[in-house]
């Protein structure tokens, strides 16, 4: 894949129909592919289990706590 497209499908403010195109680098692909790797290595050690976001509030990390 090197491109991706978005037809919307309703006008946006200016009445016009908005199309957005996006070119895929072969960087934004290693990054991704090592990214899937390390979440993958996460999920299967179970070491995501412990890990938490910056937000104080956060609905995930706050049902998390509970569980402990
Ligand atoms: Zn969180």
Do not use: A, H, P
């Amino acid at each position: 894949m090197i491109l991706g497209e978005i037809d919307f499908i309703e006008c946006d403010e200016k009445k016009r129909l908005k199309k957005e195109t996006f070119l895929i680098k072969e960087q934004d692909v290693k990054e991704l592919k090592e990214m899937i790797r390390s979440v993958y290595k996460e999920i299967i050690n179970l070491s995501f289990w412990d890990k938490k976001c910056e937000n104080k509030n956060c609905y995930f990390c706050n049902l998390r706590k509970i569980t402990e």
